[in-house]
């Protein structure tokens, strides 16, 4: 999510080399104008149209922290234990010799912070056919009063430094298919070994410490596909950002950390596409014992929020999908 900037030919590159699911993934997003959507509780949906805020939490207090122990543990035996790993490490020490070492020390050192000091904000890709009704498994993890905010995937797929928050889908993957995307990383370094090299040791080691980090945070289980899950990862520890805003916040009886995202556009640095108004092409409420009561108050925050009454009333559903608890 951020601002929009020029990405070099080289830059575009090594994205290839080193992240060609995740750039196939945006690729197809943007060929397709794929929308996202993000589904929430009512509570929280009336603060994001009042506030004119979306929060990041840590991964640690998330619902589905383990998943970011499942992309560790797909990545340490992948990495350290199978073939693949084997011939990755060969195809590094081809291009420096030691890197496989030394990117696994700092790696090793790093992990802590990809636990406990990593923020997300999870969206997922929304279906055309989602547009009236959204998706039953998703309202079944909100229960009754959730609210869909289906929005213009733009700003989460332009090339961005704004926010020092990036957008990454997140990969289904056992270790199986883990080993096979390092397979294809270890066969883009191989035929560029000479590029790679005139790119300097401390580049390389970046890009793949990068490379990892990105695998440990959007990786999941592959019973959660249906989700189409992407995330916007922000890592204070690495790059921190003057426009997110910390925060303290109780959350189902929980005291902890967040940091807040202002829906604001920057003009002056090409940042656009974000205020609400913009951002958010339809609200669906879900199955509640009040929708007309719920659709009448989202009305009127999406009119506080700068929409039109017009504008506001097309722009939300109620969907009438049969909730089973």
Not at 33 to 54: C, M, S
């Amino acid at each position: 999510m951020g601002a929009r900037m020029q990405i070099s030919e080289e830059q575009m590159k090594l994205a290839n080399i080193f992240h060609p699911y995740a750039l196939g993934r945006q690729s197809a997003a943007l060929a397709n104008k794929t929308r996202f959507v993000h589904y929430t509780n009512a509570d929280a949906a009336i603060k994001i149209l009042d506030n004119k805020q979306v929060w990041m939490r840590k991964s640690s207090a998330m619902n589905d922290f383990r998943e970011v122990h499942h992309g560790l543990d797909c990545l340490i035996r992948t990495f350290r234990q199978s073939e693949a790993g084997k011939k990755f490490r060969s195809v590094l020490n081809s291009t420096f010799d030691g890197l496989d070492t030394e990117i696994a020390e700092i790696f090793d050192s790093w992990i802590p912070h990809f636990q406990n000091n990593t923020y997300l904000t999870c969206v997922s890709e929304h279906k055309d056919t989602e547009d009236f009704y959204g998706r039953l498994s998703m309202w079944r993890a909100y229960g009754a009063g959730g609210i869909a905010f289906v929005m213009n995937s733009k700003p989460f797929l332009s090339p961005s430094d704004a926010l020092k928050a990036y957008t990454s889908p997140v990969a289904y993957l056992d270790d199986i298919g883990f080993q096979a995307q390092f397979d294809n990383v270890t066969s883009n370094i191989n035929e560029n070994l000479k590029f790679l090299q005139a790119q300097g040791r401390d580049v390389v080691k970046n890009l793949v410490f990068h490379m990892f980090k990105m695998a440990v945070l959007c990786t999941k289980h592959p019973g959660f596909e249906e989700e189409k899950e992407w995330r916007v990862v922000y890592s204070p520890s690495f790059q921190k950002s003057d426009r997110l805003i910390k925060d303290i916040q109780v959350i189902n009886g929980v005291p902890q950390p967040i940091y807040k995202i202002p829906l604001q556009d920057v003009p002056e640095e090409g940042f656009f596409g974000v205020e609400i108004p913009d951002l958010i092409e339809r609200i669906i409420i879900g199955p509640t014992q009040f929708p007309l009561v719920t659709h009448e108050a989202i009305v009127e925050m999406l009119i506080k929020a700068g929409v039109t009454a017009e504008d506001a009333l097309k722009r939300v559903f109620i969907s009438d999908i049969p909730l089973r608890r």
